[in-house]
Protein backbone atom coordinates (compact mmCIF):
# COMPACT_ATOMS: atom_id res chain seq x y z
CA UNK A 1 0.00 0.00 0.00
CA UNK A 2 1.94 3.47 -1.05
CA UNK A 3 -1.02 5.55 -1.48
CA UNK A 4 0.37 7.72 0.99
CA UNK A 5 4.51 8.66 1.68
CA UNK A 6 5.90 10.71 3.50
CA UNK A 7 8.80 13.29 3.23
CA UNK A 8 10.74 15.27 5.70
CA UNK A 9 13.11 18.16 4.42
CA UNK A 10 15.88 19.90 6.35
CA UNK A 11 13.71 22.80 7.83
CA UNK A 12 11.61 19.91 9.51
CA UNK A 13 8.19 20.07 7.41
CA UNK A 14 7.13 16.64 6.89
CA UNK A 15 4.93 16.62 3.38
CA UNK A 16 2.60 13.72 3.06
CA UNK A 17 2.06 12.91 -0.41
CA UNK A 18 -1.54 11.37 -2.00
CA UNK A 19 -0.95 9.37 -4.91
CA UNK A 20 -3.19 6.48 -5.78
CA UNK A 21 -1.01 5.07 -8.23
CA UNK A 22 -3.84 2.50 -9.88
CA UNK A 23 -5.73 5.38 -10.66
CA UNK A 24 -6.08 8.52 -12.97
CA UNK A 25 -7.81 10.49 -9.45
CA UNK A 26 -7.14 9.92 -5.48
CA UNK A 27 -9.77 7.97 -3.93
CA UNK A 28 -9.65 6.52 -0.39
CA UNK A 29 -9.78 3.27 0.67
CA UNK A 30 -10.11 1.96 4.85
CA UNK A 31 -6.11 0.68 4.11
CA UNK A 32 -5.26 4.04 2.97
CA UNK A 33 -6.79 5.78 5.78
CA UNK A 34 -5.03 3.69 8.16
CA UNK A 35 -1.77 4.47 6.20
CA UNK A 36 -2.40 8.22 6.85
CA UNK A 37 -2.73 7.52 10.25
CA UNK A 38 0.34 5.84 10.76
CA UNK A 39 2.02 8.90 8.78
CA UNK A 40 0.39 11.42 10.88
CA UNK A 41 1.34 9.00 14.06
CA UNK A 42 4.89 8.83 13.03
CA UNK A 43 4.96 12.79 12.08
CA UNK A 44 3.79 14.10 15.54
CA UNK A 45 5.88 11.78 17.51
CA UNK A 46 9.19 13.01 15.72
CA UNK A 47 10.55 15.57 17.56
CA UNK A 48 12.54 17.22 14.44
CA UNK A 49 9.38 17.66 12.63
CA UNK A 50 7.84 21.00 12.67
CA UNK A 51 4.98 20.78 10.85
CA UNK A 52 3.09 18.84 8.19
CA UNK A 53 1.60 19.02 4.30
CA UNK A 54 -1.09 17.22 3.35
CA UNK A 55 -0.90 17.07 -0.69
CA UNK A 56 -1.97 15.47 -3.89
CA UNK A 57 1.11 13.91 -6.32
CA UNK A 58 -1.63 13.69 -9.47
CA UNK A 59 -3.30 17.16 -10.84
CA UNK A 60 -5.79 17.10 -8.39
CA UNK A 61 -6.33 16.21 -4.49
CA UNK A 62 -9.29 13.62 -4.38
CA UNK A 63 -12.10 12.50 -6.07
CA UNK A 64 -13.57 11.47 -3.16
CA UNK A 65 -14.32 8.03 -0.98
CA UNK A 66 -14.19 5.10 -3.10
CA UNK A 67 -17.81 3.89 -3.30
CA UNK A 68 -17.35 0.92 -4.28
CA UNK A 69 -16.08 0.06 -0.72
CA UNK A 70 -18.65 2.19 0.81
CA UNK A 71 -21.20 -0.27 -1.07
CA UNK A 72 -19.23 -3.22 0.54
CA UNK A 73 -19.94 -1.59 4.16
CA UNK A 74 -23.36 -3.06 4.44
CA UNK A 75 -22.70 -6.04 4.22
CA UNK A 76 -21.32 -6.29 7.96
CA UNK A 77 -23.88 -4.51 9.14
CA UNK A 78 -24.95 -1.16 11.04
CA UNK A 79 -22.63 -1.94 14.03
CA UNK A 80 -19.31 -2.52 11.32
CA UNK A 81 -20.65 0.72 9.40
CA UNK A 82 -20.75 2.85 12.49
CA UNK A 83 -17.55 1.59 14.06
CA UNK A 84 -15.75 2.09 10.53
CA UNK A 85 -17.17 5.70 10.42
CA UNK A 86 -15.97 6.43 13.98
CA UNK A 87 -12.27 5.16 12.95
CA UNK A 88 -12.16 7.69 10.13
CA UNK A 89 -14.02 10.37 12.82
CA UNK A 90 -10.78 9.50 15.00
CA UNK A 91 -7.70 9.80 12.33
CA UNK A 92 -9.50 13.02 11.36
CA UNK A 93 -10.19 14.57 14.87
CA UNK A 94 -6.07 13.61 15.69
CA UNK A 95 -5.55 15.68 12.54
CA UNK A 96 -7.45 18.16 13.99
CA UNK A 97 -6.22 18.32 17.16
CA UNK A 98 -2.50 17.87 16.04
CA UNK A 99 -1.14 16.87 19.03
CA UNK A 100 -2.01 19.57 21.41
CA UNK A 101 -2.61 19.74 25.19
CA UNK A 102 -5.75 18.80 25.65
CA UNK A 103 -7.18 21.48 28.41
CA UNK A 104 -4.24 24.48 27.58
CA UNK A 105 -5.05 23.72 23.58
CA UNK A 106 -0.82 24.15 22.97
CA UNK A 107 1.83 22.17 22.01
CA UNK A 108 0.05 20.83 18.67
CA UNK A 109 1.77 20.86 15.03
CA UNK A 110 0.51 22.85 12.81
CA UNK A 111 -0.95 21.01 9.50
CA UNK A 112 -2.07 22.73 6.14
CA UNK A 113 -3.72 20.86 3.33
CA UNK A 114 -2.21 21.75 -0.03
CA UNK A 115 -4.80 21.58 -2.66
CA UNK A 116 -3.37 21.47 -6.39
CA UNK A 117 -6.94 20.85 -8.10
CA UNK A 118 -10.02 18.92 -7.67
CA UNK A 119 -11.50 18.61 -4.34
CA UNK A 120 -14.54 16.31 -3.53
CA UNK A 121 -16.06 14.30 -0.46
CA UNK A 122 -13.41 13.01 1.44
CA UNK A 123 -10.83 15.19 -0.85
CA UNK A 124 -12.47 17.87 1.12
CA UNK A 125 -13.52 16.33 4.65
CA UNK A 126 -9.67 15.65 5.18
CA UNK A 127 -8.68 19.20 4.58
CA UNK A 128 -11.80 20.23 6.84
CA UNK A 129 -9.93 19.20 9.47
CA UNK A 130 -6.22 20.41 8.70
CA UNK A 131 -5.65 24.11 10.37
CA UNK A 132 -5.50 25.57 7.00
CA UNK A 133 -6.26 25.01 3.63
CA UNK A 134 -4.65 26.61 0.83
CA UNK A 135 -5.57 25.91 -3.13
CA UNK A 136 -4.04 26.46 -6.40
CA UNK A 137 -5.74 29.06 -8.77
CA UNK A 138 -7.21 26.26 -11.25
CA UNK A 139 -9.94 27.25 -13.06
CA UNK A 140 -10.67 24.29 -13.70
CA UNK A 141 -10.93 22.86 -10.17
CA UNK A 142 -14.19 22.17 -8.16
CA UNK A 143 -14.60 21.87 -4.30
CA UNK A 144 -17.48 20.68 -2.70
CA UNK A 145 -19.44 18.06 -0.90
CA UNK A 146 -21.34 16.37 -3.57
CA UNK A 147 -22.49 13.12 -1.64
CA UNK A 148 -26.13 13.85 -1.58
CA UNK A 149 -26.43 13.49 -5.04
CA UNK A 150 -25.83 10.35 -5.35
CA UNK A 151 -27.76 9.08 -1.82
CA UNK A 152 -25.72 9.62 0.72
CA UNK A 153 -24.20 12.57 2.65
CA UNK A 154 -20.44 14.11 3.81
CA UNK A 155 -20.16 11.35 6.76
CA UNK A 156 -16.19 11.56 7.51
CA UNK A 157 -17.30 14.82 9.90
CA UNK A 158 -17.72 16.97 6.64
CA UNK A 159 -21.35 17.49 7.85
CA UNK A 160 -20.51 18.66 11.37
CA UNK A 161 -17.42 20.57 10.47
CA UNK A 162 -18.91 22.89 7.57
CA UNK A 163 -22.29 23.51 9.61
CA UNK A 164 -20.33 24.51 12.55
CA UNK A 165 -17.75 26.62 10.33
CA UNK A 166 -20.08 28.49 7.98
CA UNK A 167 -23.55 27.90 9.79
CA UNK A 168 -26.33 25.94 8.92
CA UNK A 169 -27.94 28.45 6.08
CA UNK A 170 -24.13 29.10 4.92
CA UNK A 171 -23.74 25.67 4.73
CA UNK A 172 -27.02 24.44 3.36
CA UNK A 173 -25.90 24.65 -0.59
CA UNK A 174 -22.71 22.84 -0.26
CA UNK A 175 -24.48 20.06 2.11
CA UNK A 176 -28.00 19.62 0.96
CA UNK A 177 -27.49 20.51 -2.78
CA UNK A 178 -24.09 19.20 -3.52
CA UNK A 179 -22.97 22.66 -4.86
CA UNK A 180 -19.37 22.50 -6.13
CA UNK A 181 -17.58 25.81 -6.65
CA UNK A 182 -13.91 26.72 -7.88
CA UNK A 183 -11.04 27.72 -6.02
CA UNK A 184 -12.21 31.31 -5.79
CA UNK A 185 -15.46 30.89 -5.27
CA UNK A 186 -14.84 28.58 -2.18
CA UNK A 187 -12.81 31.24 -0.86
CA UNK A 188 -15.17 33.66 -1.40
CA UNK A 189 -18.11 31.03 0.32
CA UNK A 190 -15.11 30.26 3.80
CA UNK A 191 -14.86 26.60 2.87
CA UNK A 192 -10.95 27.17 2.07
CA UNK A 193 -8.60 29.63 3.62
CA UNK A 194 -6.19 30.97 0.62
CA UNK A 195 -6.22 30.93 -2.97
CA UNK A 196 -2.32 31.32 -4.91
CA UNK A 197 -0.82 30.65 -8.08
CA UNK A 198 -0.08 26.92 -9.08
CA UNK A 199 3.51 26.87 -8.90
CA UNK A 200 3.53 28.92 -5.17
CA UNK A 201 1.30 26.38 -4.11
CA UNK A 202 4.21 24.28 -1.51
CA UNK A 203 5.83 27.57 -0.99
CA UNK A 204 3.20 29.02 0.29
CA UNK A 205 2.10 25.93 2.62
CA UNK A 206 5.45 25.62 4.05
CA UNK A 207 5.54 29.14 5.14
CA UNK A 208 2.55 28.93 6.79
CA UNK A 209 3.67 26.06 8.48
CA UNK A 210 6.92 27.65 9.81
CA UNK A 211 4.73 30.50 10.47
CA UNK A 212 1.89 29.34 12.51
CA UNK A 213 1.52 29.64 16.23
CA UNK A 214 -0.61 27.71 18.87
CA UNK A 215 -3.95 30.16 18.18
CA UNK A 216 -3.58 29.14 14.64
CA UNK A 217 -4.19 25.71 15.15
CA UNK A 218 -7.08 26.12 17.30
CA UNK A 219 -10.72 25.69 15.23
CA UNK A 220 -13.31 27.70 16.49
CA UNK A 221 -15.21 24.70 17.91
CA UNK A 222 -12.62 23.91 20.06
CA UNK A 223 -12.21 27.55 21.53
CA UNK A 224 -14.13 28.36 24.51
CA UNK A 225 -17.32 30.17 23.94
CA UNK A 226 -17.79 29.40 20.76
CA UNK A 227 -21.29 29.74 19.03
CA UNK A 228 -22.11 28.42 15.84
CA UNK A 229 -23.08 31.57 12.84
CA UNK A 230 -26.55 32.39 12.32
CA UNK A 231 -27.52 30.63 15.44
CA UNK A 232 -27.99 27.23 17.52
CA UNK A 233 -31.51 25.48 16.71
CA UNK A 234 -33.04 27.31 19.87
CA UNK A 235 -31.81 30.80 19.55
CA UNK A 236 -33.66 33.70 18.07
CA UNK A 237 -31.91 33.91 14.86
CA UNK A 238 -30.97 30.18 14.84
CA UNK A 239 -34.56 28.53 15.22
CA UNK A 240 -36.42 30.05 11.90
CA UNK A 241 -33.31 28.89 9.78
CA UNK A 242 -34.06 24.93 10.88
CA UNK A 243 -37.62 25.28 10.94
CA UNK A 244 -37.39 26.51 7.51
CA UNK A 245 -34.61 24.04 6.60
CA UNK A 246 -36.61 21.02 7.13
CA UNK A 247 -39.48 22.40 5.39
CA UNK A 248 -37.70 23.06 2.12
CA UNK A 249 -35.80 19.49 2.68
CA UNK A 250 -39.35 17.82 2.80
CA UNK A 251 -40.84 20.33 0.44
CA UNK A 252 -38.47 19.13 -1.85
CA UNK A 253 -37.74 15.65 -1.60
CA UNK A 254 -41.51 15.02 -0.55
CA UNK A 255 -39.64 12.31 2.55
CA UNK A 256 -38.67 9.46 -0.42
CA UNK A 257 -35.09 10.67 -0.28
CA UNK A 258 -33.29 9.70 3.02
CA UNK A 259 -30.18 11.55 3.01
CA UNK A 260 -31.55 14.54 3.11
CA UNK A 261 -33.68 14.37 5.71
CA UNK A 262 -30.37 12.49 7.44
CA UNK A 263 -28.30 15.25 6.98
CA UNK A 264 -30.67 17.43 8.64
CA UNK A 265 -31.12 15.84 11.38
CA UNK A 266 -27.23 15.30 11.80
CA UNK A 267 -27.16 18.97 11.68
CA UNK A 268 -29.93 19.98 14.44
CA UNK A 269 -28.98 17.24 16.56
CA UNK A 270 -25.27 18.29 16.80
CA UNK A 271 -25.31 21.61 17.17
CA UNK A 272 -27.12 21.09 20.51
CA UNK A 273 -23.72 19.12 21.67
CA UNK A 274 -20.52 19.27 21.88
CA UNK A 275 -18.22 18.82 18.74
CA UNK A 276 -17.41 15.08 19.44
CA UNK A 277 -20.40 13.82 20.44
CA UNK A 278 -21.69 15.89 17.38
CA UNK A 279 -19.17 13.48 15.60
CA UNK A 280 -21.19 10.63 17.19
CA UNK A 281 -24.59 11.91 15.92
CA UNK A 282 -23.04 12.39 12.33
CA UNK A 283 -22.31 8.74 12.66
CA UNK A 284 -25.00 7.19 13.61
CA UNK A 285 -27.28 8.94 10.81
CA UNK A 286 -24.81 7.78 8.42
CA UNK A 287 -25.10 4.09 9.17
CA UNK A 288 -28.98 4.72 9.16
CA UNK A 289 -28.40 6.07 5.79
CA UNK A 290 -26.52 3.63 4.48
CA UNK A 291 -28.49 0.89 5.74
CA UNK A 292 -31.20 2.46 3.94
CA UNK A 293 -32.29 0.25 0.67
CA UNK A 294 -33.08 3.69 -1.01
CA UNK A 295 -29.40 4.36 -0.92
CA UNK A 296 -28.29 2.02 -1.74
CA UNK A 297 -29.91 1.67 -4.83
CA UNK A 298 -28.88 5.35 -5.30
CA UNK A 299 -25.64 5.01 -4.99
CA UNK A 300 -25.46 1.30 -7.29
CA UNK A 301 -27.83 3.38 -9.91
CA UNK A 302 -26.13 7.10 -9.98
CA UNK A 303 -22.34 6.61 -9.44
CA UNK A 304 -21.19 2.14 -9.65
CA UNK A 305 -23.35 0.70 -13.00
CA UNK A 306 -23.11 4.56 -13.95
CA UNK A 307 -19.59 4.40 -13.85
CA UNK A 308 -19.31 1.25 -15.52
CA UNK A 309 -21.42 1.89 -17.97
CA UNK A 310 -18.91 5.31 -19.06
CA UNK A 311 -16.53 3.09 -18.70
CA UNK A 312 -17.87 0.77 -21.66
CA UNK A 313 -19.48 -2.20 -19.58
CA UNK A 314 -21.40 -4.03 -21.84
CA UNK A 315 -25.30 -2.90 -21.91
CA UNK A 316 -27.95 -5.85 -21.18
CA UNK A 317 -28.53 -7.29 -25.07
CA UNK A 318 -31.80 -6.91 -26.79
CA UNK A 319 -33.24 -8.01 -30.22
CA UNK A 320 -32.92 -5.16 -32.78
CA UNK A 321 -35.88 -2.99 -32.56
CA UNK A 322 -35.29 -0.75 -35.22
CA UNK A 323 -38.69 -0.47 -37.72
CA UNK A 324 -38.11 -0.94 -41.24
CA UNK A 325 -41.41 -1.48 -42.19
CA UNK A 326 -44.17 0.84 -40.74
CA UNK A 327 -48.23 0.06 -41.40
CA UNK A 328 -50.14 2.72 -41.09
CA UNK A 329 -53.76 2.09 -41.14
CA UNK A 330 -55.93 5.59 -42.11
CA UNK A 331 -54.65 7.97 -45.11
CA UNK A 332 -56.15 10.85 -43.77
CA UNK A 333 -54.55 14.24 -42.54
CA UNK A 334 -52.53 12.37 -39.86
CA UNK A 335 -51.69 8.84 -41.46
CA UNK A 336 -50.44 10.57 -44.83
CA UNK A 337 -48.32 12.48 -42.37
CA UNK A 338 -46.51 9.83 -40.89
CA UNK A 339 -46.14 7.90 -43.88
CA UNK A 340 -44.28 11.04 -45.77
CA UNK A 341 -42.17 11.54 -42.25
CA UNK A 342 -41.56 7.50 -42.29
CA UNK A 343 -40.55 7.02 -45.79
CA UNK A 344 -38.65 10.27 -46.06
CA UNK A 345 -36.59 8.67 -42.97
CA UNK A 346 -35.64 5.47 -45.35
CA UNK A 347 -39.10 3.19 -43.93
CA UNK A 348 -41.12 1.30 -46.35
CA UNK A 349 -44.87 2.12 -45.26
CA UNK A 350 -48.04 0.52 -46.17
CA UNK A 351 -50.91 3.01 -46.29
CA UNK A 352 -53.97 1.56 -45.81
CA UNK A 353 -57.55 3.18 -45.98
CA UNK A 354 -61.30 1.54 -46.26
CA UNK A 355 -60.69 2.43 -50.04
CA UNK A 356 -57.97 3.29 -52.76
CA UNK A 357 -59.62 6.65 -53.47
CA UNK A 358 -58.60 7.42 -50.25
CA UNK A 359 -55.55 5.43 -49.83
CA UNK A 360 -54.29 7.06 -53.54
CA UNK A 361 -55.06 10.30 -51.49
CA UNK A 362 -52.86 9.91 -48.55
CA UNK A 363 -50.15 9.20 -50.76
CA UNK A 364 -50.93 12.23 -52.62
CA UNK A 365 -49.97 14.11 -49.26
CA UNK A 366 -46.55 13.03 -49.76
CA UNK A 367 -46.55 13.54 -53.55
CA UNK A 368 -47.32 17.18 -52.81
CA UNK A 369 -44.88 17.82 -50.50
CA UNK A 370 -42.33 16.40 -52.54
CA UNK A 371 -43.45 18.74 -55.78
CA UNK A 372 -42.79 21.70 -53.36
CA UNK A 373 -39.53 20.65 -52.29
CA UNK A 374 -38.35 20.17 -55.93
CA UNK A 375 -39.52 23.76 -56.82
CA UNK A 376 -37.30 25.33 -54.18
CA UNK A 377 -34.47 22.98 -54.54
CA UNK A 378 -34.09 21.15 -51.73
CA UNK A 379 -34.95 17.43 -53.39
CA UNK A 380 -34.10 16.08 -56.33
CA UNK A 381 -36.38 13.97 -58.77
CA UNK A 382 -34.36 10.57 -57.57
CA UNK A 383 -35.32 11.40 -54.13
CA UNK A 384 -38.61 12.03 -55.13
CA UNK A 385 -39.40 8.95 -56.06
CA UNK A 386 -37.16 7.14 -53.68
CA UNK A 387 -39.29 8.34 -50.95
CA UNK A 388 -42.65 7.85 -53.10
CA UNK A 389 -41.35 4.20 -53.95
CA UNK A 390 -41.67 3.55 -50.20
CA UNK A 391 -44.78 4.20 -49.94
CA UNK A 392 -47.41 1.46 -50.82
CA UNK A 393 -51.04 2.96 -50.77
CA UNK A 394 -53.69 -0.50 -50.82
CA UNK A 395 -56.99 -1.26 -49.40
CA UNK A 396 -55.42 -4.97 -48.82
CA UNK A 397 -54.82 -5.67 -44.92
CA UNK A 398 -52.44 -8.60 -46.31
CA UNK A 399 -49.78 -6.20 -47.42
CA UNK A 400 -49.33 -5.65 -43.36
CA UNK A 401 -47.59 -9.26 -43.68
CA UNK A 402 -43.95 -8.12 -42.39
CA UNK A 403 -44.61 -4.48 -40.66
CA UNK A 404 -42.36 -4.02 -37.51
CA UNK A 405 -44.72 -1.75 -36.06
CA UNK A 406 -48.69 -0.29 -36.89
CA UNK A 407 -49.65 3.20 -36.14
CA UNK A 408 -53.92 3.43 -35.89
CA UNK A 409 -54.69 6.76 -36.98
CA UNK A 410 -58.07 5.84 -38.67
CA UNK A 411 -60.74 9.17 -38.80
CA UNK A 412 -63.26 9.37 -36.23
CA UNK A 413 -66.52 10.26 -37.10
CA UNK A 414 -69.30 11.10 -33.85
CA UNK A 415 -72.25 9.10 -34.90
CA UNK A 416 -75.58 10.73 -33.91
CA UNK A 417 -76.93 9.29 -30.94
CA UNK A 418 -80.46 8.35 -30.89
CA UNK A 419 -83.54 10.15 -29.39
CA UNK A 420 -84.53 8.86 -26.29
CA UNK A 421 -88.48 8.02 -26.67
CA UNK A 422 -90.98 10.40 -24.33
CA UNK A 423 -91.87 8.97 -20.83
CA UNK A 424 -94.77 9.28 -18.21
CA UNK A 425 -94.65 8.80 -14.90
CA UNK A 426 -97.13 6.63 -13.22
CA UNK A 427 -98.59 9.33 -11.38
CA UNK A 428 -100.15 10.85 -14.86
CA UNK A 429 -101.42 7.71 -16.50
CA UNK A 430 -104.90 7.69 -15.20
CA UNK A 431 -106.45 3.97 -14.45
CA UNK A 432 -107.96 2.05 -17.53
CA UNK A 433 -112.03 1.39 -17.41
CA UNK A 434 -112.79 -2.31 -16.79
CA UNK A 435 -109.88 -2.91 -14.19
CA UNK A 436 -110.05 -2.71 -10.12
CA UNK A 437 -108.08 -0.26 -8.27
CA UNK A 438 -105.96 -2.68 -7.13
CA UNK A 439 -105.14 -4.11 -10.98
CA UNK A 440 -104.62 0.02 -12.01
CA UNK A 441 -102.47 0.50 -9.33
CA UNK A 442 -100.09 -2.55 -9.94
CA UNK A 443 -100.20 -1.03 -13.63
CA UNK A 444 -99.33 2.33 -12.92
CA UNK A 445 -96.11 1.10 -11.15
CA UNK A 446 -94.84 0.37 -14.48
CA UNK A 447 -93.24 3.18 -16.72
CA UNK A 448 -93.57 3.40 -20.14
CA UNK A 449 -91.87 4.52 -23.23
Known amino acids: MTDFTMTTDADGVATIT??????????????????????????????????????????????????????????????????????????????????MDPKTLKGGKPIVAALPGTALGIGLELPLSCHRIIAADNPKAKIGLPEIMVGIFPGAGGTTRLSRKLGAMMAAPFLLEGKLSSPKEAKGAGLIDEVVAPEDLMKRAKEWVLSATDADLVKPWDAKGYKMPGGAPYSAPGFPTFVGASAMVHGKTMGVYPAAKALLGAVYEGA??????????????????????????????????????????????????????????????????????????????????????????????????????????????????????????????????????????????????????????????????????????????????
Open 18 to 99: WDVKSKSMNVMSTEAFQLLSDLVDQALADGAVKGIIITSGKKDFAGGMDLNVIAQMRAGGAQAIFDGVMTMHKVLRKIERAG
Open 272 to 449: LVPFDTALKIEARHFTSVLMNPSSSAMIRSLFINKEALEKGANRPKVEDQAVKKLGVIGAGMMGAGIAYVSANAGIDVVLIDSTQEAADRGKAHSEGLLDKGLKRGKVTADKKAEVLGRITATTDYAALKGVDLVVEAVFEVASTPPTPLPFRSPASRPPQSGRSSSSASTSSARWTR
